[in-house]
């Protein structure tokens, strides 16, 4: 190794892409997020959801018990439960919840303390700043829908005792969580990058949930039209669930329809995040 005299010298290295650049974002993401105070309560709240259901499964195979009759009798086949367990509206309600503890401050903060020179003068670029960012929310999400999907999947067949699965069921259980992961995780991120005040942007996320129901209700009464459910929230995650389990859907227009905001949003919200990184660079 060459001895060098006191002073400067040029450095000699080079400088190589990655495609795992994105990991420390989301390590340090995740121990942000589950060091936050609440957060063992929020996770408790968002699992609830798990525990009934799986008490309700063990319940249906031992006709003597007669607790959770109600949701047992609602629950008539694999496509029922799985249906009903995605998209009922307390664990959307939570999903929403999570989205804000999560992903409101990630990137708001990043525009508060102007942090964007310091990401940008290491070796990532914007896909692998926003994959972080998104991963940390989509990580939450998840933990709390195809994880307990899957277990619940799992304890059906271990109480029934039969592996026999639909393979379309299997792709609905799958597909159905990630899909509406990614939708939560790309408007929460979109809207976090609207403004550096973070409090600003948890009102935002919940006042999106809970207009777009509201307002898909009042344009229904007016006009007496189901397809108004379109942009309500949660009533376009039911009409999805119920085009992916093949169940009648509740609201009177075709369930593949659902399927269209989810991806419109997603592809705004990578537009939208893409410019406004790229604006927030260029000012700092």
Known sequence: MDIREKGYSHWQGELKASRSNWLPIFFNGIKTVFKKKFAKVIFAFSGSTFIIFLLAVYVSTKPELKILSELVRLLKSDADLFKTFYSNGFLTFMLVILSIFSGADLISSDLKF????LYFARPLSRSDYLLGKFSVILFYLLLFTLVP???LLLFKMI?????AVS???LLAILVFPLLECVFLAALTLALSILSPNTKFIQIAIFLVYMFSNNLAQILKAIFKSDWFFLISLQSNIEQLASFLFGLQPKYDYPS???LLPP???SLLALWLLSWRIKKAEARS
């Open 256 to 258: 593949w329809l659902a």
């Open 114 to 117: 102007k942090a964007f020179p």
């Open 149 to 151: 999907g899957i277990l």
């Open 167 to 169: 393979p379309l069921l």
């Open 263 to 265: 991806i419109a949003v």
């Open 159 to 163: 109480f029934t005792g039969s592996l």
